[in-house]
């Protein structure tokens, strides 16, 4: 894929709540069993263990039992994973499972990120959960129908789904008082865009960049209320995940510009806006 491919992935892809009742073909399906096989390794090193559930294997009332409160109709399958329930396991989980989505795209599927609108236990059950491990999410697959259903309008009027944060609230320079101006951010202005662009749950956008020399340092900068909720439901970590979904978009399209680079955990000097804003990780460029 050219870099112009991965800009028109990232501002094709929606969320798609109703779909056409029928499988996808078996040629889509091995694409998406052979995408995930070969995925590279996450960026923090977290092993995530990853499965298509077709409704070509599983019926259409194991499907329905799979359970996501009346949100989804007539997907074709799920996209379903584990990982080990920790700050870096959920980040890993974000963006693997972000590519897939990407690549989901790319056959012409549509998908929805689900982070708290499934029944867990019997997703867990699916993968075979083992212990220490979460089902931070699951993503819903079929075939889009030709137009929106009344709840995929709904909800995204809702979550505000269209609506994006400026740079000067997400990207910095040296600390957290200067923003970022596109200009400074040279050939990594893409990148950073298509970062702005990625989903998060509730379009929180939780996910902050400080440019400082040839290092952006991500963070996770929390809402209160909306970090008690998640505690509160015992949900993931579900806005660490979206900085795995940003940080899976500043990547690939930093790769396909040919700029080099690579993840890296190294703690900064860097003062913090207050204390619901926790470092992630790095690009170290190259």
């Known amino acids: 894929m050219t870099a112009s491919s ?92 972000e590519l ?73 320079a040296d600390d957290f008082e200067m923003p970022l101006p596109q200009e400074q951010a040279g050939d990594y202005a893409a990148p950073l865009e298509m970062l702005r662009l990625a989903p998060s749950a509730s379009n929180r956008q939780p996910w902050r960049v400080v440019l400082q020399d040839d290092k952006f340092h991500f963070y996770v900068q929390r809402q209160p209320s909306y970090h008690r909720t998640l505690n509160t439901l015992k949900l993931s970590d579900l806005q660490r995940l979206d900085v795995g979904i940003a940080m899976s978009h500043f990547e690939i399209t930093a790769t396909e510009l040919g700029l080099k680079g690579r993840w890296t955990e190294s703690q900064t000097e860097i003062h913090l806006p207050d204390a619901m804003t926790e470092y992630v990780a790095t690009w170290q460029q190259a």
């Open 6 to 97: 991965i800009e028109q992935l990232i501002r094709a892809r929606t969320s798609i709540r109703g779909y056409r009742n029928e499988p996808i073909s078996q040629a889509q399906q091995d694409s998406i069993t052979s995408f995930i096989d070969n995925l590279a390794p996450p960026p923090l090193g977290t092993p995530v263990r990853i499965k298509w559930v077709s409704g070509q294997t599983e019926s259409s009332s194991a499907l329905r039992r799979l359970g996501t409160y009346g949100m989804i109709k007539n997907p074709a399958g799920y996209i379903v994973g584990a990982v080990a329930n920790t700050p870096a396991g959920v980040v890993d989980f974000g963006y693997q499972v």
């Open 100 to 172: 897939i989505v990407l690549e989901l795209t790319r056959l012409g599927l549509g998908s929805c990120w689900l982070g708290g609108s499934f029944t867990k236990s019997r997703f867990a059950q699916v993968m075979g959960m083992q212990a220490g491990e979460a089902v931070p999410a699951v993503i819903s697959v079929g075939l889009p129908l030709d137009k929106r259903t009344l709840l995929d309008k709904i909800t995204r009027h809702s979550a505000g789904s269209d609506q994006r944060k400026p740079w000067s609230t997400l990207f910095f």
